[in-house]
């Protein structure tokens, strides 16, 4: 037969746990313990203040440039699947899986304040600092998952990227290796529905992004990415088999970008409030928040005291901050760990600024 | 010792690194099975495995972002570019992370790996397969591009790039993968990486060059010794970067007279900071303007022109009796 139908088997799956009213389909109930359901409602408040607070110090000049995360609060739930041995290996959204893993609020205003120090992530810590170039980690944590299994370690590589980031080769590049060589990868895609102005129409033209795992032949699986408990199930399952050997998952969290793509972006100019607000109404807090109350894990008096130990963690971060850039930098480190060794030449340089700032000094 | 040739050279660097060491892996396109397109890695996978010799798929940033996974996990991958002419792909890669991550993360993280690529004309190849571009890579702060010239210093600095705690620029001049054979210990050697050597010394004028084009450099230093009675002193750099002008801007102090020799096109190349240097450090001892033998600032041409494009050694000559005469 010279022309005949290949069986192949197409399925993406949609999930969702929790609807916006905060109701929750008992079949599908993740079964997550009532203290680690507090502590995510918890990290993704604080993701929330905190957030709040950068986009006021940022007004205030006290920082530069930043990308607020509201509304990407549930990522949380995958970050939360992860073991201290596993690495997280984040894009510039994921301040809340960052935090969730342990890095300190100081080292995030340091970065956003122009400072090094946001990357030194403090040994035992498996997070990398944050990447920029969009798509271009999602190598790393292949390389990661391949480098865990030659050494028979049962750890996995989460990467985050964004729905513009599966528009660059890299993303692809990183997919088929994975496949190829069932790497312990999980590839965490927060579609927001925008790349700065490009709406996720625009970046690609497959109904969903979630499907792009099937040219790999990988499961690939979309989770309403505003629902903390399905991004928590849905990241388990795709652990738990990179953990046992069965490689690669892509997952697509549909979710939105409540705020702009940075300080320095308006988006008045591409996009209407009223897909704004339609977001609004699947805040991803509001709606866990309603399911807790509802479970009479939280109550008002619970969720006021927990605002107020939040927003004091966030101002006592802060103050250790002010406190530590109050100190001064030496601008001379800038010099440091650019090679294990300093080459001659480099210590030239470095001895050229040192004389130009001593003669200042003076 | 036996004598072998630089291919061989570097498969013994690699096997024995591998040998000692478990955290050390070779990747690329046809390295497994076919043992690379210039058999470079022949024999690896039936001794290590194909999980230590890995045939990746075809694409170039994904070789070198999937290596630096691995060397932020602890391992010490080598990966081949199968033609320097196809690793610009994975510049985005080794200039965005790999030269940068040891810096950006104050010393916690580091990526020891080593990217090797066969660069450079004279062995009648297609378009895309002949060119030299160390520059790009020279100009990448955190990287370090090293390049030899014999079987010898190309088996034992390669054994110190894979040892190397930083992302090494491994380049290797194909047209002398199998020009000659020299001895090479069969015991462990290595060579400092930013280091440059004198490899003839001389009194009368220094030519300073760098792998492929260190062949006629030699034979035109021989030339001018048997016949013309002048004494070239030859500096090898074999790392272009980070550089060491320490050996060259003494020797321009000596000689007064200086030729800067490369495969690459002139403007911008590793020629030009090698004259800044020794401007800035040897400038009262010059006797005349430093000269350059380089490649032109086109695309090297396909072979039936090559060369007259490569610097050869009469081109090298007429530079160094203008810099006598001067
Ligand atoms: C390789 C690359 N190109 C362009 C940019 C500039 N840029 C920063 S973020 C961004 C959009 C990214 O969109 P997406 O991947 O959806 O992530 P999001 O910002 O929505 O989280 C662009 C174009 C960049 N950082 N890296
Ligand atoms: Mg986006």
């Known amino acids: 037969m010279p022309r005949k139908a290949i069986n192949l088997t197409c399925k993406v799956e949609y999930l969702s746990i929790l609807d916006e009213t905060g109701k929750l389909d008992k079949k599908l109930d993740p079964s997550i313990p009532d203290d680690l359901l507090l502590r995510l409602y918890r990290a993704m408040l604080l993701a929330r203040r905190f957030d709040e607070r950068m986009l006021v110090l940022q007004r205030q000049g006290k920082i530069g440039t930043f990308a607020p995360i509201k509304g990407q609060e549930a990522q949380v739930g995958a970050a939360a699947v992860l073991e201290p041995g596993d690495w997280l290996v984040p894009s510039f959204r994921e301040m809340p899986s960052e935090l969730w893993r342990g890095k300190s609020m100081e080292s995030v205003l340091f970065t956003y304040g122009g400072y090094n120090e946001g990357g030194y992530i403090p040994e035992g810590i498996n997070n990398l600092p944050v990447s920029i170039p969009v798509g271009s980690q999602t190598l790393h944590a292949v390389g990661l998952g391949y480098a865990m299994k030659y050494r028979g370690d049962k750890s996995v590589a989460m990467v985050f990227f964004g729905d513009g980031a599966t528009s660059e080769g890299d993303f692809h590049e990183a997919m088929n290796f994975a496949a190829v060589f069932r790497t312990p990868t999980v590839f965490m895609c927060q579609n927001n529905h925008w790349a700065i102005s490009v709406p996720r129409s625009r970046q690609s033209h497959s109904k969903t992004l979630a499907q792009k795992a099937l040219a790999y032949d990988m499961p690939g699986i979309q989770l309403d990415g505003n629902d903390v408990l399905a991004v928590y199930a849905g990241a388990k399952e795709a652990v738990d088999r990179a953990r046992s050997g069965g490689g690669p998952t892509l997952i697509e969290l549909v979710t939105y970008r409540m705020s702009m793509h940075t300080t320095a972006d308006d988006p008045k100019k591409y996009r209407s409030e009223k897909e704004v607000e339609e977001w609004e109404k699947r805040d991803p807090i509001v709606r866990f928040e309603k399911y807790l109350r509802g479970r009479n894990l939280l109550t008002d008096a619970g969720v006021e005291e927990m605002d107020e130990d939040v927003r004091n963690e966030v101002r006592e971060a802060e103050e250790r901050w002010l406190e530590q850039i109050g100190k001064g930098v030496d601008p001379l480190d800038m010099f440091d760990h650019a090679y294990a060794e300093m080459p001659p030449s480099l210590r030239a340089q470095k001895e050229e600024l040192e004389r130009e700032l001593s003669e200042k000094k003076r | ?326």
């Open chain 2, 1 to 326: 010792m036996p004598k072998i040739n630089m291919v061989q050279a570097i498969n013994l660097a690699l096997s024995q690194e591998m040998e000692k060491d478990d955290s050390v892996v070779v990747l690329g396109e046809d390295v497994g099975v076919d043992g690379g397109v210039f058999r470079v890695t022949d024999g690896l996978i039936d001794r290590f495995g194909p999980e230590r010799v890995i045939d990746t798929p075809l694409a170039e940033s994904g070789i070198a972002g999937f290596s630096i996974g691995m060397a932020l996990y602890g391992l010490k991958p080598v990966c081949e570019m199968q033609f320097s002419g196809f690793s610009y792909f994975a510049m985005h890669q080794m200039e965005s992370h790999a030269a940068r991550l040891r810096w950006r993360s104050g010393g916690r993280f580091s990526v020891p790996m080593v990217l090797r690529a066969p660069y450079g004309g004279g062995v009648r190849a297609l378009e895309h397969h002949s060119e030299s571009r160390e520059a790009y890579w020279a100009h990448t702060p955190g990287l370090k591009t090293v390049i030899p010239s014999s079987p010898r210093n190309a088996r034992a600095l390669l054994v110190s790039a894979i040892r190397d705690p930083d992302p090494v620029i491994f380049y290797e001049p194909k047209a002398l993968y199998r020009a000659f054979r020299e001895d090479v210990p069969d015991e462990e050697e290595t060579l400092p990486i930013g280091k440059s050597q004198i490899v003839r010394e001389g009194k009368d004028v220094t030519l300073i060059s760098y792998g492929a084009s260190m062949r006629p450099v030699l034979e035109a230093a021989s030339e001018l010794s048997a016949r013309h009675g002048i004494e070239a002193e030859v500096i090898d750099l074999l790392t272009v970067s980070p550089m060491d002008d320490e050996l060259f801007t003494g020797s321009a102090r000596k000689t007064g007279r200086v030729v800067v020799v490369h495969e690459a096109p002139r403007s911008f190349g590793p020629g030009a900071e090698i004259v800044a240097r020794l401007v800035e450090k040897s400038f009262l001892f010059l006797e005349a303007p430093v000269r350059r033998v380089t490649g032109f600032d086109i695309v090297i041409p396909l072979y039936q022109r090559e060369t007259e494009y490569l610097p050869g050694p009469e081109r090298i000559l007429k530079a160094v009796r203008e810099t006598l005469d001067f």
